[in-house]
């Protein structure tokens, strides 16, 4: 399947001079979803993971999927003031601006294996972030599944260390 085909392009998004890159269509057709589900199936073992996080707010879908798929539970990272009880928070650059993302203290248990999830590689900030606040407490990240790697801003680099899987490459 060719997933370039179905994501759809917004130029001049979320500002200008930025080219949105849409996972909507992929996430509305079960066919391509699910195209993608066995994609990942097929890069990590179920060895691999205990449990999968999504990046607020284009990860959770993907995370929600896979841990389904696994039958592994799936926990959330969001952006600063949207999570309850105690967190941890990590202030970061983004492509065209500052973000804080923060994760519920008691979400990971020591030496737990996590596979991050979202939609976009770009610049690799927002996936450093969270691999960050997943190994504050105590968690190991075991890999990266994004739907979407934008290789020119050489994100990839801020997280080389891991495994990332990428399903489309632009």
Known sequence: MNLQNIITEYPDFP?????????????????????????FAKRYHTNDVDVFAGIESRGFPIACALA???????????????????????????????????????????????VICDDLLATGGTAKAAAELIERLGGQVTG??????????????????YKTESLVRY
Do not use: W
């Open 15 to 39: 500002k200008r001079g930025i080219l949105f890159r849409d996972i909507s269509p992929i996430l509305k057709n079960p066919s391509a979803m699910s195209h993608c589900i066995d994609e």
């Open 68 to 114: 389904l798929r696994y039958n592994k539970g799936m926990i959330m990272i969001r952006k600063q003031g949207k999570l309850p009880g105690q967190t941890v928070k990590r202030s970061y650059t983004i492509e065209y601006g500052k973000a804080t993302m923060e994760i519920q203290k008691n979400a990971i248990s020591k030496d737990e294996r996590v």
């Open 144 to 161: 990266f599944a994004f739907m979407i790697e934008l290789t020119e801003l050489g994100g990839i680099k801020k997280i080389s260390k």
